[in-house]
């Protein structure tokens, strides 16, 4: 989702309001790198240590250090494995599930219960303020038949429920503890956590410092006893900076035009991990001129999203041919996508009669950002279209496209799992609660593919469901698809053991730090 995270994510995109730290907040680091201290750099904010209340990518990337889950995905093969859970079973008609909890604790040392569990995930599901409820919304019930044993009701069988039982906010918190000081309070300064690390410290709008859990229930992990910072610093100069000064281990979201260089130095592991991150142009299906189906064919015809990727990404990203990323399970390689062809495009927007109608394309300030929307204005401008386009701070994207006050607007999003069905229900399903990602395209047709998709357990009926889904939505122009893009990130040779998946989950747990 989310996010820009399915943001501008979800995750998932452009997390909002970033804070830049000015040049005199610099002083808090040490010139050198201590042996004793991990330092991640990220333009992604932590706003919140409550697993529930946020899909933004810094957050995601947060949740993954405090909070264990019932699965986890081995980082290695993304295979899920035992989690909290150490077994499980599911019954004959696939609607019920069995989760047997190991022996594990929280960090105060109290025990992990399936309460625990019960709590966490009710939470998610049902709480208002939840922000993405959608992974638990095949749940009927969770309870706790014994203090080890969890057991989940499904209104019907669900074939991507595993999976959704990993991703980010499914991490367990203490019932006891939230109960005791209140949501608020259980929440905004120490958490009691379940994950490999506990907080030390809390600066919002600067850095979360985090320590290892000493009652982790994966024994020997987290492997290094190094504290962990997580910084946030808006500016990619100052991030480049500090990597190459040596202050710091890690920097998220290398800008594409510093790879090249970054490759080259000595002391610097830059590398491109795989994601399931796609760009995409969101068409606003509400009003005129996106309501029309021709004028967007003819939006899409337009876009030459080869040379978009090789202008924007420096070559480093994948054209995209669906609307779906193109690193998730049954994601269709072989369709042709969107033929670039602006003559043809030219005809179809005169057939529509939204030939010279202005369009609004909402832009945040960001380089890509404002590169995109440049570009996307030049073609549309070529077969006659008049876009202007609007810049707006995070929070204003947001509401704008929520409302449908917008024609169109460029950002990412990326899926939490390798399954396509939370993709297709956060991108191009009308019924699922997101509005197609507020381009409020809707298809019955599609609805009926994506529910067919969750309950279909045979696996060559499930991708020919999904590239159904993916051919209808992409030839009607959901969204127009840009390129899939890795995850850019730059790593000190010191470390060992350390990446970023395709979650947006670090693996700091599995880190050492060599000489």
């Given at each position: 989702?989310?996010?820009?995270n399915?943001?501008?994510?979800r995750?998932?995109?452009?997390?909002?309001r970033?804070?830049?730290?000015?040049a005199?907040?610099?002083a808090?680091?040490?010139p050198?790198?201590?042996?004793?201290?991990?330092?991640?750099?990220?333009?992604?904010?932590?706003?919140?240590?409550?697993?529930m209340r946020?899909?933004?990518?810094?957050n995601?990337?947060?949740?993954?250090?405090?909070?264990?889950?019932?699965?986890r995905?081995?980082?290695?093969?993304?295979?899920?494995?035992?989690?909290?859970?150490?077994?499980?079973?599911?019954?004959?008609d696939?609607?019920?599930?069995?989760?047997?909890?190991?022996?594990a604790?929280?960090?105060?040392?109290?025990?992990i219960?399936?309460a625990?569990?019960?709590?966490?995930?009710d939470r998610?599901?049902?709480?208002?303020k939840?922000?993405?409820?959608?992974p638990?919304g095949?749940?009927?019930?969770?309870?706790?038949?014994?203090?080890?044993?969890?057991?989940?009701?499904?209104?019907?069988?669900?074939?991507?429920?595993?999976?959704n039982?990993?991703?980010?906010?499914?991490?367990?918190?203490?019932?006891a503890?939230v109960?005791?000081?209140?949501?608020?309070?259980a929440?905004?300064?120490?958490?009691v956590?379940?994950g490999?690390?506990?907080?030390?410290?809390?600066?919002?709008?600067?850095?979360l410092?985090?320590?290892?859990?000493?009652?982790?229930?994966?024994?020997?992990?987290?492997?290094?006893?190094?504290?962990?910072?997580?910084?946030?610093?808006?500016?990619?100069?100052?991030?480049?900076?500090m990597?190459?000064?040596?202050?710091?281990d890690?920097?998220?979201?290398v800008p594409?035009?510093q790879i090249?260089?970054?490759?080259?130095?000595?002391?610097?592991?830059?590398?491109?991990?795989?994601?399931t991150?796609?760009?995409?142009?969101?068409?606003?299906h509400?009003?005129?001129?996106?309501?029309?189906l021709?004028?967007?064919?003819?939006?899409?015809?337009?876009i030459?999203?080869k040379?978009?990727?090789a202008?924007?990404?420096?070559?480093?990203?994948?054209?995209?041919?669906?609307?779906?990323?193109?690193?998730?399970d049954?994601?269709?390689?072989?369709?042709p996508g969107?033929a670039?062809?602006?003559a043809k495009?030219?005809?179809?927007?005169a057939?529509?009669?939204?030939?010279?109608?202005?369009?609004?394309i909402?832009?945040?300030?960001?380089?890509?950002?404002?590169?995109t929307?440049?570009?996307?204005?030049?073609?549309?401008?070529?077969?006659?279209?008049?876009?202007?386009?609007?810049?707006?701070?995070g929070?204003?994207?947001?509401?704008?496209?929520?409302?449908?006050d917008?024609?169109?607007?460029?950002?990412?999003?990326?899926?939490?799992?390798?399954?396509p069905?939370?993709?297709?229900?956060?991108a191009?399903?009308?019924?699922?609660?997101?509005n197609s990602?507020?381009?409020?395209?809707?298809?019955?047709?599609?609805d009926?593919?994506?529910?067919?998709?969750?309950k279909?357990?045979?696996?060559?009926?499930r991708?020919?469901?999904?590239?159904?889904?993916?051919?209808?939505?992409?030839?009607?122009v959901?969204?127009?698809?840009?390129?899939?893009?890795?995850?850019?990130?730059?790593?000190?040779?010191?470390?060992?053991?350390?990446?970023?998946?395709?979650?947006?989950?670090?693996?700091?747990?599995?880190?050492?730090?060599?000489?």
């Amino acid at each position: 989702m989310n996010f820009w995270n399915r943001s501008p994510v979800r995750v998932t995109g452009s997390i909002l309001r970033n804070v830049t730290i000015l040049a005199a907040g610099l002083a808090v680091f040490e010139p050198a790198l201590a042996a004793d201290v991990i330092r991640v750099v990220s333009p992604y904010q932590t706003t919140t240590l409550d697993p529930m209340r946020s899909a933004a990518a810094g957050n995601i990337e947060t949740y993954g250090q405090l909070y264990s889950r019932l699965l986890r995905r081995n980082s290695e093969t993304g295979a899920l494995e035992p989690g909290l859970a150490e077994t499980w079973e599911i019954s004959e008609d696939g609607k019920t599930y069995t989760f047997h909890l190991r022996d594990a604790q929280f960090s105060d040392g109290s025990p992990i219960t399936a309460a625990d569990v019960a709590f966490s995930l009710d939470r998610i599901r049902s709480d208002k303020k939840s922000a993405y409820p959608a992974p638990l919304g095949a749940v009927e019930g969770v309870t706790a038949s014994d203090a080890k044993t969890v057991v989940v009701t499904l209104k019907s069988a669900f074939a991507p429920f595993l999976g959704n039982a990993e991703i980010w906010n499914m991490g367990i918190v203490s019932k006891a503890d939230v109960e005791k000081r209140g949501e608020e309070g259980a929440f905004s300064t120490v958490p009691v956590t379940s994950g490999p690390y506990e907080v030390k410290q809390w600066k919002p709008n600067e850095k979360l410092v985090l320590e290892p859990n000493p009652h982790y229930w994966r024994k020997g992990y987290p492997k290094s006893d190094a504290t962990v910072e997580l910084i946030e610093i808006a500016s990619p100069e100052t991030r480049i900076a500090m990597l190459k000064a040596g202050e710091i281990d890690v920097v998220r979201a290398v800008p594409w035009a510093q790879i090249d260089e970054l490759k080259t130095a000595e002391a610097i592991d830059m590398r491109l991990e795989p994601s399931t991150t796609i760009y995409m142009t969101l068409l606003n299906h509400k009003r005129e001129p996106f309501s029309n189906l021709k004028a967007r064919q003819a939006a899409g015809m337009a876009i030459d999203n080869k040379a978009m990727a090789a202008a924007i990404t420096r070559g480093y990203a994948e054209p995209a041919n669906t609307t779906l990323p193109g690193s998730v399970d049954f994601h269709d390689k072989d369709y042709p996508g969107i033929a670039h062809d602006p003559a043809k495009a030219k005809e179809l927007l005169a057939e529509s009669g939204m030939a010279g109608r202005e369009v609004k394309i909402l832009a945040t300030a960001d380089a890509p950002s404002q590169q995109t929307a440049l570009l996307i204005q030049a073609q549309w401008q070529a077969i006659g279209l008049k876009p202007v386009i609007v810049n707006v701070d995070g929070g204003a994207w947001w509401d704008a496209t929520g409302k449908g006050d917008y024609d169109a607007a460029a950002n990412w999003w990326y899926n939490e799992t390798p399954d396509p069905d939370l993709a297709v229900r956060w991108a191009v399903c009308g019924s699922c609660g997101s509005n197609s990602y507020n381009t409020f395209y809707a298809n019955p047709k599609v609805d009926e593919l994506v529910e067919q998709g969750t309950k279909e357990v045979d696996e060559a009926k499930r991708a020919d469901i999904y590239k159904e889904i993916q051919k209808i939505t992409t030839e009607e122009v959901a969204q127009i698809p840009l390129y899939y893009a890795p995850n850019a990130v730059a790593y000190s040779k010191r470390l060992q053991g350390l990446k970023l998946t395709p979650s947006l989950q670090w693996t700091l747990e599995e880190t050492s730090i060599g000489q």
